[in-house]
């Protein structure tokens, strides 16, 4: 019984800090990966408006409101494409 317990203590010793330290890096890992798929998506964005895709580049923006709601960008590319795609089919402004 004491080689269970002794384990036992060796465990709780040692699973905290490792559990914290992991924690720690996926969230900075998270938190990358979040401003990198911000950027392709602001990328892929501006290359549809550059094409004249201004149905593309709705669907872009409709997507990345939903990915990124907190982003003032991403509602300022939904103004953008919504305002361009309005113009673009002669529609009156109002």
Known sequence: MRYRLRTLLILLAVLPPLL???????????????????????????RELDNGDYEGAMVTAEHTTREFPAEPL????????????????????G
Do not use: H, P
Request: charged content about 40%; proline content about 0%.
């Open 74 to 93: 991403a509602e300022f590319m939904l103004q953008k494409a919504q305002f361009i795609r309005s113009v673009s089919r002669g529609e009156e402004r």
């Open 20 to 46: 914290w330290f992991g924690w720690t890096k996926y969230e900075a890992w998270r938190e990358r990966r979040g401003e990198e798929q911000l950027g392709r998506l602001i990328d892929r964005f501006n």
